[in-house]
């Protein structure tokens, strides 16, 4: 059985930093990508980044390229985004995604966790 558990979430100022966490379990980790969304009140849900757990390969949204990092914790199947430098505009609820690389569509999700951002 997948489960996907997120944490890390919170209030921060902006242009503060905050680190979210993902842990993974039930997955075939050799052939998975995991990504970020988040959905902010009102609006759609919208890609953030994705990390390949073979090889490491990541991809970010403009709007948090060099801002947002992704990595992946292998000895605790845990995949982190670090948020630096954020913005009122990085409110949302972050949710953590997963699929085979093959796939076109995310499969996995997890619950959420919000972030809120004051200015």
């Known amino acids: 059985q997948v489960q996907l558990v997120e944490s890390g979430g919170g209030l921060v100022q902006a242009g503060g930093s905050l680190r979210l966490s993902c842990a993974a379990s039930?997955?075939?980790?050799?052939?998975?990508?995991v990504g970020w969304f988040r959905q902010a009140p009102g609006k759609e849900r919208e890609f953030v980044a994705h990390?390949?757990?073979?090889?490491?390969?990541?991809y970010y949204a403009d709007s948090v390229k060099g801002r947002f990092a992704i990595s992946i914790n292998n000895a605790k199947h845990t995949v982190v985004l670090q948020m630096n430098s954020v913005k009122p505009e990085d409110t949302a609820v972050y949710y953590c995604?997963?699929?085979?690389?093959?796939?076109?569509?995310?499969?996995?999700w997890g619950q959420g966790t919000r972030v809120t951002v004051s200015s």
């Open positions: 995604a997963a699929k085979q690389r093959d796939r076109p569509e995310y499969n996995y």
């Open positions: 990390i390949t757990w073979s090889g490491g390969s990541t």
């Open positions: 039930g997955l075939a980790f050799s052939t998975t990508t």
